[in-house]
């Protein structure tokens, strides 16, 4: 069994320079090189990211004030979903693990929300966490022990422009460290006699070998897709969304924009993300091919930003538009013979929730503790291992996206009512879909182990509670029992948000924080 000492990378973009900037630092004697073509573009659409993403950094000793002035980067609190009830209300997805108020359970606000002598009542997320005004003042701060909760290294996630942080890492990072680099085409891979990759042939005729050959060519999955032939299971049956156009449009109003969210806005045939970047605000539309042309959807896009932006009809249509396919689905395996793919190449879901730099991140960091649990020999078990825990992230992410459109009630186009009514979501008889067979399912059938149960950072409730979906079964509160206990929990929601109303107050918003500690 031979030693992984020298791991060759294929590719560049963000899978590439994530992963190169990972094993450089983590495994310094070994070599590394990575080969990028400088035919194939990147585009900076500005990607989000969730607050798990820190521990890529932290894997990397990346620090704030350094690598996001370099990135156009923004701090990110929340994912919100805007209209996917059609009737243009906001749904917070807010980062962090719910304190409940230190005294209740989740169940406890579903209760409560289905008390119909209690009027207005407050939102899950004011229930669930303590910085909930954080997010409706748009404010920030680094340390304060009187928001519950409240932990800033745990919350945070970033906006950042995906093309600059790829950039970061190359030139700012890994290079430094002793990354072998070099600009080449692939146009030939070999097999040797057990199917492994011999090597792989460059346009100028060099010929590469390496003990690992990592995959981080994008959609295009040369090595893991193509060349070995991997088996690819789509999504595209219940996630319709295969294309995205994307552009971005100046600040009017800087200190009111740039907000702590990214905003996910259910529009005619698909939704719209609203990223903010430090410069510019990310825009772009995430469509499916079945119901738009691209010539369609960059319409849409113009006139939707026409119509809900500051910009004028001559800067919207002045912008340029980058446009983007897409292909929802995962391999079956990420790690096949001396191959481990990473990022879009070995699969890869729609951009709602912010999981494609997670997943980069997460299959990093699996791929890091192998080489690290028996410093660089790899058995079969091992890459098992590995493709056991990239897949158990992976089904759990699908779902939970699957989940956002199986709880929409949007239903007043020809897309809407295909994804709202003629899905059979529970149909799909496959382990991708556990979440949904299985996991949201038990919120009906184990109604009291699963509610008392619910891990302080799963965002289930958030989504259904936002898209009102309330399977806490109707006998329960018209059992009259839960009665006073309800308007103790409004009470108690009403005070302490009342008091965090005055409190976060005075904090500075995301701009001049920002201004103030990141952009010197």
């Given at each position: 069994m031979k030693k992984i000492n020298k791991i060759l990378i294929i590719g560049g973009g963000s899978s590439g320079w994530m992963t190169a900037a990972a094993l450089i630092n983590r495994f310094p004697d070994k070599d590394i090189t990575l080969i990028e073509s400088e035919n194939i573009s990147t585009i900076g659409v500005g990607e989000s990211t969730v607050q798990v993403f820190r521990q890529y950094t932290g894997m990397t000793g990346l620090i704030d004030e350094e690598?996001?002035?370099?990135?156009?980067?923004?701090?990110?609190?929340?994912?919100?979903?805007?209209?996917?009830?059609?009737?243009?209300?906001?749904?917070?997805?807010?980062?962090?693990?719910?304190?409940?108020?230190?005294?209740?359970?989740?169940?406890?606000?579903?209760?409560?929300?289905?008390?119909?002598?209690?009027?207005?009542?407050?939102?899950?997320?004011?229930?669930?966490?303590?910085?909930?005004?954080?997010?409706?003042?748009?404010?920030?701060?680094?340390?304060?022990?009187?928001?519950?909760?409240?932990?800033?290294?745990d919350i945070t996630g970033f906006q950042l422009d995906a093309t600059l942080f790829a950039n970061y890492l190359k030139t700012d990072y890994s290079l430094p460290r002793g990354l072998n680099y070099i600009q080449d085409t692939i146009k030939d891979v070999t097999l040797d006699y057990d199917g492994n990759i011999k090597s792989l042939i460059s346009s100028s005729d060099r010929e590469f070998e390496a003990d690992l050959f990592i995959d981080c060519t994008g959609f295009k999955s040369l090595l893991l897709g193509k060349t070995l032939k991997t088996p690819f299971v789509s999504f595209g049956k219940y996630l319709l969304n295969d294309k995205a156009v994307a552009t971005h449009i100046p600040y009017t109003d800087i200190e009111q924009e740039m907000v702590t969210s990214t905003d996910s806005y259910a529009h005619k045939n698909g939704w719209i993300w609203n990223v903010?970047?430090?410069?510019?605000?990310?825009?772009?539309?995430?469509?499916?091919?079945?119901?738009?042309?691209?010539?369609?959807?960059?319409?849409?896009?113009?006139?939707?930003?026409?119509?809900?932006?500051?910009?004028?009809?001559?800067?919207?249509?002045?912008?340029?538009?980058?446009?983007?396919?897409?292909?929802?689905?995962?391999?079956?395996?990420?790690?096949?013979?001396?191959?481990?793919?990473?990022?879009?190449?070995?699969?890869?879901?729609?951009?709602?929730?912010?999981?494609?730099?997670?997943?980069?991140?997460?299959?990093?960091?699996?791929?890091?503790?192998?080489?690290?649990?028996r410093d660089g020999v790899v058995n079969s078990y091992d890459k098992s291992i590995f493709n056991k825990r990239v897949r158990q992230r992976a089904e759990y992410f699908v779902g939970f996206v699957i989940g956002h459109y199986?709880?929409?009630?949007?239903?007043?186009?020809?897309?809407?009512?295909?994804?709202?009514?003629?899905?059979?979501?529970?149909?799909?008889?496959?382990?991708?879909?556990?979440?949904?067979?299985?996991?949201?399912?038990?919120?009906?059938s184990e109604l009291i182990?699963?509610?008392?149960?619910?891990?302080?950072?799963?965002?289930?409730?958030?989504?259904?509670?936002?898209?009102?979906?309330?399977?806490?079964?109707?006998?329960?509160?018209?059992?009259?029992?839960?009665?006073?206990?309800?308007?103790?929990?409004?009470?108690?929601?009403?005070?302490?948000?009342?008091?965090?109303?005055?409190?976060?107050?005075?904090?500075?918003?995301?701009?001049?924080?920002?201004?103030?500690?990141?952009?010197k």
């Open positions: 690598w996001m002035p370099k990135c156009n980067a923004t701090y990110k609190l929340s994912i919100d979903f805007t209209n996917w009830s059609g009737d243009g209300k906001t749904v917070k997805y807010p980062f962090g693990k719910g304190t409940w108020l230190n005294k209740y359970k989740p169940i406890d606000w579903f209760i409560y929300n289905q008390d119909k002598n209690i009027k207005n009542h407050y939102s899950y997320e004011n229930f669930a966490i303590g910085h909930s005004e954080l997010l409706r003042q748009n404010k920030m701060v680094y340390e304060d022990d009187h928001i519950n909760g409240w932990d800033f290294n903010p970047l430090w410069t510019n605000i990310g825009k772009g539309y995430v469509y499916s091919s079945q119901f738009l042309t691209e010539d369609e959807a960059e319409k849409e896009l113009k006139e939707y930003l026409i119509n809900n932006t500051k910009c004028s009809k001559e800067i919207i249509n002045s912008l340029q538009y980058s446009h983007i396919q897409m292909t929802p689905g995962f391999h079956e395996k990420s790690w096949v013979k001396n191959v481990c793919a990473i990022g879009l190449a070995n699969g890869f879901i729609e951009p709602l929730e912010a999981t494609g730099l997670m997943f980069i991140g997460d299959a990093i960091e699996f791929l890091v503790d192998t080489l690290a649990a199986a709880m929409a009630t949007k239903n007043d186009t020809e897309y809407w009512k295909t994804i709202t009514e003629d899905i059979d979501y529970l149909s799909i008889d496959e382990d991708w879909t556990k979440y949904l067979q299985v996991y949201m399912l038990e919120f009906f182990n699963k509610w008392q149960y619910l891990k302080p950072e799963d965002g289930t409730p958030y989504i259904m509670a936002g898209f009102g979906f309330n399977p806490v079964v109707d006998k329960i509160i018209q059992s009259g029992h839960h009665k006073e206990s309800n308007l103790k929990l409004h009470k108690d929601i009403e005070s302490y948000i009342n008091y965090q109303k005055e409190y976060v107050s005075q904090f500075p918003n995301m701009y001049n924080y920002l201004k103030a500690n990141i952009y």
